[in-house]
């Protein structure tokens, strides 16, 4: 469960400006559930996901465990900041010395280091492919998919390596779903009308989540949970649209950026899949919230000085956790040379929520307003609830802007350039 708090809003934000911006909640809501534009099939892809999918899924999961020391995951942005997100999120930071298949992601930058050290850690190994694309024609998962499925066919000759090939992609075009379709991979769909930064409760971001171990299926019960309490027109009754609310308060203030931070370095690479998701949403016809993400307290050493007394424009979003389930004691020393037995028998946990509070009183009273979202776990049903949290408020928050929270074209404008310094021709 999500639990929002204006502790430390209050004073920024009046009730009477909460109140003004009903009739703008009123009309996103109804855009958002009408069927004008393209784009929403995420919203109700919890329920809908069918479980001939979900077993084909696990299915897959398993013979990857089974045959595989790696697998590889090719996809860039939605492709892959879902899945990543989702299994630190659950595992840690350093997910692979827990994991019995190793999960790698690469695809998602045109580093030649990158791949080349990739290439020589899997010589040894054992490995599969999980490739994500909706077109198949994106540049850096294209290039990327290349190199490694030759990695493959090099290593287990071309039949065998079809068998460790999968193909996660549109389910009736593209040049992914035409090559997997001529080779005989496996294939695993991208609901057509499901954006790449909202398609983390699909194969997209399952796939590899169930072959870290997690359990999908309580995952999307979390998001189906979600998806069916935030309905509610009343803000004081729904705290995803009252987060969307919030922030576009902050912006009509003079607030252009939003900073993302939580005080688990877990979380890192959600806030990174938060950036994606609100960045490529909301950033257009010169309009949108710049989204932004630190991890504190580590962040406090190297940003805190701006974030006191720096240009305020921002505000922040945290997220804590509320279960410590470590509860790591800091010992007694004798000699207390470091000055630390003060802190004896607290839990490192309780250190870290009380360095959340004095930070959230000192950057409100530096006059940066902070929104506080509190989670109770980092759990299955936690990442699935979390996750339908931030996609269905940032598509009321990009509606409430005034913008189609589903399309991206100013992505396309570098990829034209490129492929024109590239030379690639024009009837490709």
Same mark, same amino acid.
């Given at each position: 469960?999500?639990?929002?708090?204006?502790?430390?809003?209050?004073?920024?934000?009046?009730?009477?400006?909460?109140?003004?911006?009903?009739?703008?909640?009123?009309?996103?809501?109804?855009?958002?559930?009408?069927?004008d534009?393209?784009?929403?099939?995420?919203l109700?892809?919890?329920?809908?996901?069918?479980?001939?999918?979900?077993?084909?899924?696990?299915?897959?999961a398993?013979?990857?465990?089974?045959s595989?020391?790696?697998?590889?995951?090719? $996809?860039? $942005?939605?492709?892959?900041?879902?899945?990543?997100a989702?299994i630190e999120?659950?595992?840690?930071?350093?997910?692979?010395?827990? %994991?019995?298949?190793?999960?790698f992601?690469?695809?998602?930058s045109l580093?030649?280091?990158?791949?080349?050290?990739?290439?020589?850690?899997?010589?040894s190994?054992?490995v599969?492919?999980?490739?994500?694309?909706?077109?198949?024609?994106?540049?850096?998962?294209?290039?990327?998919?290349?190199?490694?499925?030759? =990695?493959?066919?090099?290593? *287990?000759?071309?039949?065998?390596?079809?068998?460790?090939?999968?193909?996660?992609?549109?389910?009736?075009?593209?040049?992914l779903?035409?090559?997997?379709?001529e080779?005989? *991979?496996e294939?695993?769909?991208i609901?057509?009308?499901?954006?790449?930064?909202?398609?983390v409760?699909?194969?997209?971001?399952? %796939?590899?989540?169930?072959?870290?171990?997690?359990?999908?299926?309580?995952? %999307?019960?979390?998001?189906?949970?979600?998806?069916?309490?935030?309905?509610s027109?009343e803000?004081?009754?729904?705290?995803?649209?009252?987060?969307?609310?919030?922030?576009?308060i902050?912006y009509?203030?003079?607030?252009?950026?939003?900073?993302?931070?939580?005080?688990?370095?877990? %979380?890192?690479y959600?806030?990174e899949?938060?950036?994606?998701?609100?960045?490529?949403?909301?950033?257009?016809?010169?309009?949108?919230?710049?989204?932004?993400?630190?991890?504190?307290?580590s962040?406090?050493?190297?940003? $805190?000085?701006?974030?006191?007394?720096?240009?305020?424009? =921002?505000?922040?979003?945290?997220?804590?956790?509320l279960?410590?389930?470590?509860?790591?004691?800091?010992?007694?020393?004798?000699?207390?040379?470091?000055?630390?037995?003060?802190?004896v028998?607290?839990?490192v $946990?309780?250190?870290?929520?009380?360095?959340?509070l004095?930070?959230a009183?000192?950057?409100?009273?530096?006059?940066v307003?902070?929104?506080?979202?509190?989670?109770?776990?980092?759990?299955?049903?936690e990442?699935?609830?979390?996750?339908?949290?931030?996609?269905?408020?940032?598509?009321?928050?990009?509606?409430?802007?005034?913008v189609?929270?589903?399309?991206?074209?100013?992505?396309?404008?570098?990829?034209?350039?490129?492929?024109?310094?590239?030379?690639?021709?024009?009837d490709t």
């Open positions: 469960m999500v639990k929002l708090s204006t502790r430390y809003l209050e004073k920024f934000i009046t009730e009477k400006d909460i109140n003004s911006f009903q009739k703008k909640l009123t009309t996103a809501h109804f855009e958002l559930h009408s069927n534009i393209g784009g929403k099939g995420w109700n892809l919890p329920a809908n996901i069918s479980s001939e999918e979900l077993l084909k899924i696990k299915s897959a398993q013979r990857i465990n089974s595989s020391d790696v697998l590889i995951v090719i $996809g860039i $942005g939605g492709s892959y900041l879902g899945a990543r989702g999120f659950l595992r840690s930071l350093n997910y692979n010395y827990f %994991l019995k298949t190793k999960i992601f690469i695809g998602n580093s030649s280091a990158d791949i080349f050290e990739l290439l020589k850690f899997c010589e190994k054992d599969s492919i999980n490739v994500v694309s909706k077109s198949g024609g994106t540049i850096e998962c294209a290039v990327a998919f290349r190199i490694f499925r030759r =990695f493959l066919e090099k290593k *287990y000759g071309k039949e065998k390596s079809r068998e460790r090939i999968y193909c996660t992609t549109d389910p009736t075009k593209g040049l779903k035409k090559m997997a379709c080779e005989g *991979y294939t695993f769909e609901p057509p009308d499901v954006g790449g930064r909202y398609s409760l699909s194969a997209v971001g399952l %796939l590899p989540l169930s072959v870290a171990g997690a359990d999908v299926n309580e995952i %999307l019960h979390g998001a189906s949970d979600a998806m069916n309490t935030f309905n027109l803000i004081s009754k729904n705290d995803c649209y009252k987060y969307s609310v919030l922030r576009n902050l009509s203030k003079g607030k252009a950026v939003e900073i993302l931070a939580s005080y688990e370095s877990r %979380l890192k959600l806030l899949w938060w950036k994606q998701l609100f960045g490529e949403s909301e950033g257009k016809c010169k309009k949108g919230i710049f989204p932004s993400s630190l991890v504190f307290t962040d406090l050493h190297s940003m $805190g000085q701006f974030m006191q007394d720096g240009n305020p424009i =921002f505000f922040e979003t945290i997220i804590t956790v279960n410590d389930p470590y509860k790591i004691l800091v010992p007694h020393d004798s000699l207390n040379v470091d000055k630390l037995n003060y802190l028998g607290k839990t $946990g309780y250190i870290n929520s009380q360095a959340f004095a930070t009183d000192a950057h409100t009273y530096a006059e307003p902070n929104i506080h979202l509190q989670i109770d776990d980092t759990n299955e049903y990442l699935g609830y979390l996750i339908y949290f931030f996609q269905k408020s940032c598509a009321i928050s990009g509606y409430m802007l005034g189609n929270p589903f399309d991206q074209p100013g992505v396309e404008a570098y990829k034209r350039n490129m492929f024109k310094l590239l030379g690639r021709p024009e």
